[in-house]
């Protein structure tokens, strides 16, 4: 059973950072590209950055080019997501996405909310 297990959100000021984890199981972890996703209350759930497996080639949105960083730790299943320089519009559940050419597998999410 694939499970992707979120964490590290929580309350921050706008200006400060959040460090989000995901560590998978249950998958081979490095044949998978994993992303970051988010969603705001009344919006569409949004791409923010992804890291694929075959070259460790990273993409983001343009809205958090120079303030995030995807990274993967191979050794522990497990993706980062750094966020610094937080801004209001940063606030959402973030979702933790696997996915290769035949699985998409999704975490449950966790909260971020950043305050003024």
């Known amino acids: 059973q694939v499970q992707l297990v979120e964490s590290g959100g929580g309350l921050v000021q706008a200006g400060g950072s959040l460090r989000l984890s995901c560590t998978a199981s249950?998958?081979?972890?490095?044949?998978?590209?994993m992303a970051w996703f988010r969603q705001a209350p009344g919006k569409e759930r949004e791409f923010v950055a992804s890291h694929v497996h075959k070259d460790g080639s990273t993409y983001y949105a343009d809205s958090v080019k120079g303030r995030f960083t995807i990274s993967r730790d191979i050794a522990k299943n497990t993706v980062y997501l750094q966020m610094n320089n937080l801004k209001l519009e940063d606030a959402a559940v973030y979702y933790c996405?696997?996915?290769?050419?035949?699985?998409?597998?999704w975490g449950q999410g966790t909260q971020v909310t950043v305050s003024s």
């Open positions: 249950g998958l081979t972890f490095n044949q998978y590209t």
């Open positions: 996405n696997a996915i290769s050419n035949y699985d998409d597998y």
